[in-house]
């Protein structure tokens, strides 16, 4: 079983940055790759950023250049490095991460603010 917790939303202006992270608990895991999502209001949940256990990453075109995610192992966490943040970055931002076996496992999100 994996417990997952988001950190470090907050409200920002637009054009700063921000860093969001998911500290990753639990026994007996494995992973085969973890993602950041995020839901805006009123819209659907949508796939932001992706790090395979290869070390590939993967964005979504609106936030290529923009946003950078990676893992520390020795901390079990997994980060988002936000910059040049836009209104429309405004969301709720989990992370999920996904067992070779195909469960996924969901944080309970964070908010991130983007004001003008």
């Known amino acids: 079983q994996v417990q997952l917790v988001e950190s470090g939303g907050g409200l920002v202006q637009a054009g700063g940055s921000l860093k969001v992270s998911c500290a990753a608990s639990?026994?007996?895991?494995?992973?085969?790759?973890m993602e950041w999502y995020r839901q805006a209001p009123g819209k659907e949940r949508e796939l932001v950023a992706t790090?395979?256990?290869?070390?590939?990453?993967d964005y979504a075109e609106a936030v290529k250049g923009r946003f950078t995610i990676s893992k520390d192992n020795a901390k079990k966490t997994l980060t988002l490095q936000m910059n040049s943040l836009k209104l429309e970055d405004t969301a709720v931002y989990y992370c999920?991460?996904?067992?070779?076996?195909?469960?996924?496992?969901w944080g309970q999100g964070t908010q991130v603010t983007v004001s003008s």
């Open positions: 999920k991460a996904l067992s070779p076996g195909g469960e996924e496992y």
């Open positions: 790090l395979f256990t290869s070390g590939i990453t």
């Open positions: 639990g026994s007996g895991f494995s992973i085969t790759r």
